[in-house]
């Protein structure tokens, strides 16, 4: 899914997730830029492998919250 909904799951520490989304094409990026670089590093792909992560229906509209949840509005 484009949104992983993580709430109701443990963390690391067993404590219950109550509010935790993420979007995960952000998370790819994020790992992919540490890759690439900001700079003259001139890498110009990454390929990531081993991902379990099937295909989804949603769209990019998921990731937009209500304004009385999005707490950066």
Same mark, same amino acid.
């Given at each position: 899914e484009a949104l992983a909904n993580l709430r109701g799951q443990q963390? $690391?520490?067993g404590r219950v997730l109550?509010?935790?989304e993420h979007a995960? *094409?952000?998370s790819i990026a994020s790992a992919a830029e540490l890759l690439l670089g /900001? *700079?003259?590093e001139a890498t110009p792909i990454v390929i990531v492998r081993g991902l379990d992560q099937g295909?989804? /229906?949603?769209?990019?509209k998921v990731l937009l919250r209500a304004a009385q949840e999005? $707490?950066?509005r």
């Open positions: 963390d $690391m520490f109550e509010v935790s995960v *094409a952000d /900001e *700079a003259d295909h989804s /229906e949603q769209d990019s999005d $707490m950066f």
